[in-house]
């Protein structure tokens, strides 16, 4: 582990590099005006000199962090190194200010172990980075509980007469578990955005027209959600296999 731990810090001291070196020039121009403005305010000055360092060095442990536990997930024999850059990059920019705690940040830890599994590297697919980006913490727990599982839900809605669209949407029944959940009482709208995303289906198997004097004005729908292909394969590549540690 030893090995393939120096060979990626040696990618993350390239990434640091630059932007570390930025941020301390910009940090003493900053600190000379504050020295001059507050009439020789040292401890002042020396405080922002050293915030880049400071940020700097938390970011090598966190870097340092994260490669550990992706390294405890691959077997030795299966490592490889160094990971792809356009997937250690762009998940490092991802995670660096990101709490270690997330299930997000879980997301991008399994995908950086699928870089580096030589039998499962194929499953790394750079456009997950993405993915991982726009969701949420309750989005991911639903797409954990849909891996082994599809789930019933009943929706109904009023039909707007005058302008023949839909009002009133209201979940009836949902067989989803909310368990994990940080918002329970709004889950639809994290279906909407994964089946946006391309992650999940919701087809609707029964259609019950509600009707009133003939006139129709409203339906309940009952729905199957299931993942998709694209679903599937994200979920593979990216939800830890034992679940989150953090859930």
């Known amino acids: 582990m030893a090995d393939i731990m120096a060979d990626i810090m040696g990618i993350g001291d390239a990434l640091n590099s630059n932007v570390a070196e930025k ?83 879980e997301l991008f830890e399994e995908l950086l172990a699928r870089s580096i599994d030589s039998e499962r590297i194929v499953e790394a697919h750079p456009a997950f980075i993405h993915i991982i980006s726009q969701l949420s913490h309750d989005e991911a727990i639903i797409l954990l509980e849909l891996r082994n599982n599809d789930f019933d839900l009943v929706e109904f809605f009023d039909i707007d007469r005058e302008t023949n669209h839909v009002i009133n949407r ?21 279906l909407d955005h994964l089946e946006s995303l391309g ?34 394969f994200f979920v593979n590549a990216c939800v830890p296999e034992d679940g989150f540690r953090n859930k």
């Open 23 to 105: 941020a301390y020039d910009d940090a003493i121009s900053k600190a000379a005006k504050q020295f001059g403005a507050f009439g020789g305010d040292f401890f002042k000055a020396a405080r922002l000199v050293l915030f880049p360092i400071q940020i700097a060095a938390a970011m090598q442990d966190k870097l340092e962090r994260t490669l550990e536990h992706v390294c405890d997930k691959v077997p030795p024999e299966r490592r490889t190194t160094p990971p792809p850059l356009q997937i250690f990059g762009p998940i490092f920019e991802n995670i660096k200010y990101m709490d270690d705690n997330s299930v997000l940040y």
């Open 199 to 232: 992650l999940i289906l919701m087809p609707k198997i029964k259609k019950d027209i509600i009707r009133e004097e003939y006139l129709h004005v409203g339906s309940k729908l009952h729905m199957k959600i299931h993942l998709t292909g694209l679903g599937e």
């Open 170 to 190: 209201i979940v009836e029944e949902c067989t989803l578990p909310k368990k994990g959940l940080q918002f329970p009482d709004t889950f639809e709208i994290g």
